[in-house]
C-alpha cells in the first residue's frame, strides 16, 4: 500500500469528521464523529510505524493508547448522554445547558 492513498484516506476520514463534529446536533454524532477523527489518527500511527522504523514499536504503542482513549470516551460519553437523555428527553447539543451552570 503506498504512503499516498494512506494519507489522503486518513486526511479524507479526519476532515470529514471535523465537518461533522462541527455541524451536529445530535451528542450521539458527534461522539462517533469524536472517535472517528481518533481512529484516523491511528491511521497514520501505523503507517508511519511501518514506512519509517519497524524495530521500535512506538507507533504501534501509541495506536493501543488511542484506542484505551478511544473505549473510554465511548463508555463515558454514551453514560453521560443517556442521563442527559433521561434527564431532558433529548440529546440535542442546543438543549443541554444545564451542564454549564
Known sequence: MMLEHVLVLSAY????DIYGLITSR???RAL??????????????VTFYDLFDSRQ?????????AIVIV????SI??????????????????????LTK
Open 32 to 45: 462517533m464523529c469524536l472517535e472517528l477523527i481518533l481512529n484516523a489518527v491511528n491511521i497514520n500511527f
Open 71 to 74: 473505549a473510554a470516551e465511548a
Open 57 to 65: 514499536l512506538e507507533g504501534n504503542i501509541f495506536s493501543i493508547f
Open 26 to 28: 445530535n451528542m450521539v
Open 77 to 98: 460519553g454514551s453514560a453521560i448522554v443517556s442521563l442527559i437523555y433521561r434527564k431532558k428527553k433529548s440529546t440535542c447539543i442546543n438543549q443541554s445547558t444545564f
Open 13 to 16: 476520514l479526519f476532515f470529514t
